[in-house]
C-alpha cells in the first residue's frame, strides 16, 4: 500500500511568516511522529501522537510550534512566526502497534524541507 | 538521557570493499536498534531492526549487530557497490516510542 506522504516536499517561508506542513500516514497505523533533521545532523523528535491524543511534545523547540492530529489520520505541524533557525528538513513517522516496542518499527515520509529567508 | 553516537562521520572506500559503520549507545535498557538509510534530499529507509533479545539481522548484503551490554552496534555491509553510497542513521527507541538518533555515517563508494 501507500507510504508516508508529506505535503508540501519544499517550502520556502520570509521571516515571521506562518507556514503549515502536512502529514498523511500509512492507513490505519496508530502512532504518528514528527522530528526535525538539521543539515548534517540526525533526526531529532518533535513530538508524538497516538491515535488524536498529543501524548509527547516535549521536543518541541517553542511555543510557536504546534502539531495537531484531530481525527487521528491526518496531521499538520504548523510554525508560526518563522525564524532563520526553523529552517530544516521536517520529518513524518508512523508505526502501527505502540504496544509491542521491541518490534516496534517507523516509517518515515520524504519529508518538508523548509527554508526561511 | 540516552545518547547515541556514530563513527565515523564520513567514510570513502573503493567498489567492492567490505566495510562496518559503528553505533554506540548509553543506556543499555533498549528495546530494539534500528538501522536506516537517508539518500540525498530523502526520508529514511528502515534497512535492519534487531530486537533487544537478538544478536543480529541480515539483509542481503547487510548484517547488524547488537551488544546491548557494551552498548554496541555494527552494520556491515559485504562488497559494497557506488549504489550504497547513502548516510546511514541508527536509532533507538524510547518508551513512547519516539526514536533518539545517532547523527549518521556518510559512506561514499567510488566506483
Known amino acids: 500500500g501507500a507510504g508516508v506522504s508529506q505535503s508540501p516536499r519544499y517550502k520556502v517561508a520570509k521571516r515571521g511568516q506562518d507556514v503549515a506542513l502536512r502529514c498523511d500516514p500509512i492507513?490505519?497505523?496508530?502512532?504518528l511522529f514528527w522530528y526535525q533533521q538539521a543539515l548534517g545532523q540526525g533526526p531529532e523528535f518533535l513530538t508524538y501522537?497516538?491515535?488524536?491524543?498529543?501524548?509527547?511534545k516535549s521536543g518541541l523547540p517553542s511555543d510557536r510550534f504546534f502539531a495537531e492530529r484531530p481525527e487521528g489520520s491526518v496531521s499538520t505541524l504548523k510554525i508560526q512566526r518563522t525564524q532563520q533557525e526553523d529552517s530544516a528538513v521536517y520529518l513524518c513517522?508512523?508505526?502501527?502497534?505502540?504496544?509491542?516496542?521491541?518490534?516496534?518499527?517507523?516509517?518515515f515520509g520524504p519529508g518538508t524541507r523548509l527554508t526561511v529567508t | 538521557k540516552q545518547e547515541v553516537t556514530q563513527i565515523p562521520a564520513a567514510l570513502s572506500v573503493p567498489e567492492g570493499e567490505n566495510l562496518v559503520l559503528n553505533c554506540s549507545f548509553t543506556?543499555?535498557?533498549?528495546?530494539?536498534l534500528q538501522w536506516f538509510r537517508q539518500d540525498p534530499g530523502k526520508g529514511l529507509t528502515s534497512l535492519l531492526l534487531?530486537?533487544?533479545?537478538?544478536r543480529e539481522q541480515t539483509s542481503g548484503r547487510l548484517n547488524a549487530s547488537l551488544d546491548k551490554s557494551s552498548g554496541r552496534s555494527t552494520l556491515y555491509i559485504a562488497a559494497s557497490q557506488p549504489g550504497d553510497s547513502a548516510t546511514y542513521l541508527c536509532?533507538?527507541?524510547?518508551?513512547?516510542?519516539?526514536?533518539?538518533f545517532g547523527q549518521g555515517t556518510t559512506l561514499q563508494v567510488k566506483p
Open positions: 513517522a508512523s508505526s502501527p502497534d505502540p504496544t509491542v516496542l521491541s518490534s516496534y518499527e517507523q516509517y
Open positions: 492507513s490505519g497505523h496508530v502512532s
Open positions: 501522537f497516538q491515535n488524536e491524543a498529543q501524548l509527547d
Open positions: 543506556d543499555s535498557a533498549i528495546y530494539n
Open positions: 534487531i530486537q533487544s533479545s537478538q
Open positions: 536509532a533507538v527507541p524510547r518508551n513512547t516510542g519516539k526514536l533518539i
